[in-house]
């Protein structure tokens, strides 16, 4: 080894005059070539808990308390009003708050929608596990749309045919959860076979078009709602689920919403 | 070989300075170990503050002002150390909402972050709104498989970065997931994604062979492992599919890796995958330990995790 230190060796015995140096410059040569030689031999690895027995940086929160502030200030503000706590699994087919998300995403996507193509949304379908959390009695805030839809999702319109929609039907009657359902109105038997589907309280028309706004994830397969993606157009509103909802807050100064009969088991 | 030719040159020359500056100043200087410190965070969703009390999942956990504490304590104890985040910087909380990632970029750069890569959240406000947020940023974002010639990010972001720390040359570079399918095209515009494989062999070459890097990281947002679906590119098969690599740090499944996996690269030599899961909830620390070769007992690495 050191073949480094060899060709120094002959170099300096050639060069050198200060013999006392000699041994100096050797060690010198040594750590040098020691240097370039650095190799890896050893990794210690440790994945560290960041929690609250840790110090916090006070420089960093201060710079950080002015922007906490301010989203504070307007989450916090207040633009309606619950009459009750309402949760997602107050009802088996359909419940209040799930009734409320639903109908609200056709009172604000509809007036787009309609503008944009000159049609109608038929009916709504949200799924059930997309509602993040109760919405409590009392004051609503912005706050309250970010907890109980913290997802971007954004509204999509889908056209589909009698085909797809008797896929859907047939879906939430085997899915038998309370998936936010709007102007769709399903009558299930005992056996959870359908008795009765409508759409804006007609038949499902073979040669209509139905256009069925839901949301991207599940346009996109989510909550395996795979009849989405065989259709004849997809309408893309650009409007987050939870900016309608806010809009609808601010629209409607008490929020009220009930259990009704739009989606039923009848024995 | 030809390295070794190279170094025996070098410490020639080094001998002829030493001779005629009589050098005493490089003899007491001469660097026999090194020691350095590899701190990471991927997926942090925009999660500022810590989680609070009452959350159901991750209460007390979290928040960047912790997280800066810990950072600078362990700068305290290793200078030579480097911080990297593996993407999804943006999206999770409203901070993100409301300021478009200003935020979580003058944090990360307060907190002194080296580089970090780009994850597909960052593309949540469109590609735009991640270049309007660059001059916020005081740190290096590394992707070498996202081309974006034709986009407005173009020159902002580079394949790799060397960094030397303690006597040792560390090359870093950034790997992007598909974006196809899983972000909308029209927030992510031509940002072109290419194949991380091959562009790891370009990386690892140029880092490895031409640029003789002692340590070689790849920030990815690849994902750790694809159970269900064995063509998809993950961390844990470009480790396997690859070389030279010695520590890839990974994002995107949200992971939470207990202590880095061990994985034999396409050489038989063993390397690091490590992923911390999200949030912020932990940081990676991972030290290498630089010996020089008169003190290296045995061939190899010990490895300790």
């Known amino acids: ?267 | 070989m030809k390295r070794r030719d190279f170094i025996q040159k070098t410490t020639a020359g080094t001998a002829l300075a030493t001779l005629s500056s009589l050098g005493l100043q490089s003899f007491n200087t001469s660097i026999k170990t090194s020691k350095i410190t590899i701190l990471h965070t991927n997926d942090v969703h925009s999660h500022i503050d810590a989680f609070t009390a009452e959350d159901g999942r991750n209460a007390n956990k979290g928040g960047i002002a912790r997280r800066a504490s810990l950072i600078e304590s362990f700068k305290n104890e290793n200078p030579n150390t480097l911080l990297f985040d593996a993407g999804d910087i943006f999206q999770g909380t409203p901070y993100f909402n409301y300021y478009g990632g200003e935020l979580e970029f003058k944090l990360m750069s307060q907190l002194k972050y080296d580089a970090a890569t780009i994850g597909n959240h960052d593309f949540d406000n469109s590609i735009e709104g991640l270049y309007a947020q660059l001059p916020h940023a005081k740190f290096e974002f590394l992707s070498a498989n996202y081309d974006f010639s034709n986009t407005i990010m173009n020159t902002h972001v580079k394949p790799y970065k060397i960094f030397k720390k303690g006597g040792i040359k560390i090359g870093v570079f950034g790997l992007g997931i598909e974006l196809n399918g899983l972000v909308d095209p029209k927030m992510f515009k031509e940002t072109k994604y290419l194949n991380p494989i091959e562009i790891t062999q370009d990386m690892t070459r140029i880092l490895k062979e031409e640029q003789k890097c002692d340590l070689i990281i790849c920030l990815s947002h690849l994902g750790y492992q694809y159970k269900n679906n064995d063509q998809k590119i993950s961390d844990l098969k470009l480790a396997a599919l690859t070389k030279n690599i010695d520590l890839i740090i990974g994002g995107h499944t949200h992971t939470f890796l207990p202590k880095p996996t061990i994985v034999k690269n396409s050489e038989g030599k063993n390397m690091l995958v490590n992923q911390v899961g999200c949030y912020g909830l932990y940081l990676g620390k991972i030290d290498f330990y630089f010996d020089s070769n008169k003190n290296k007992s045995t061939k190899g690495t010990s490895i300790i995790v």
Do not use: W
């Not at chain 1, 399903?186 to 073979?206: H, Q, S």
């Open chain 1, 1 to 267: 080894m050191h073949k480094g230190s060899k060709v120094e060796l002959n170099f300096i015995v050639f060069n050198m005059r200060f013999t006392h140096l000699f041994f100096l410059l050797y060690i010198g040569v040594f750590f040098s070539c020691k240097q370039s030689h650095l190799q890896l031999t050893k990794i210690e690895a440790k994945r560290i808990d960041v929690n609250d027995s840790l110090l916090v940086d006070s420089k960093i929160e201060a710079f950080i308390n002015p922007f906490r502030e301010r989203i504070n200030k307007d989450l916090d503000s207040v633009l309606s009003y619950s009459v009750g706590t309402f949760s997602k699994t107050d009802g088996a087919l359909n419940t209040a708050i799930g009734n409320y998300m639903a109908d609200a995403v056709y009172d604000e996507a509809n007036p787009i929608f309609k503008n944009r193509t000159g049609y109608d949304i038929d009916m709504v379908l949200l799924n059930h596990g997309g509602i993040r959390s109760i919405l409590s009695k009392g004051n609503i805030t912005k706050r309250t749309a970010f907890e109980l839809m913290p997802f971007e999702n954004s509204i999509v319109v889908v056209a589909l045919q009698k085909p797809q929609i008797d896929s859907l039907i047939i879906y939430l009657s085997k899915a038998k959860r309370a998936h936010p359902i709007s102007k769709l109105k399903l009558t299930l038997d005992n056996d959870f076979e359908i008795l009765e589907a409508k759409i804006k309280g007609n038949d499902i028309n073979p040669n209509k078009t139905y256009y069925v706004a839901t949301n991207d994830y599940l346009y996109n397969g989510g909550d395996n709602m795979t009849f989405f993606k065989t259709n004849d157009s997809l309408y893309v509103l650009d409007y987050k689920i939870r900016t309608a909802l806010i809009d609808n807050f601010i629209k409607n100064d008490t929020i009220n919403p009930v259990r009704d009969d739009r989606f039923l088991q009848i024995n």
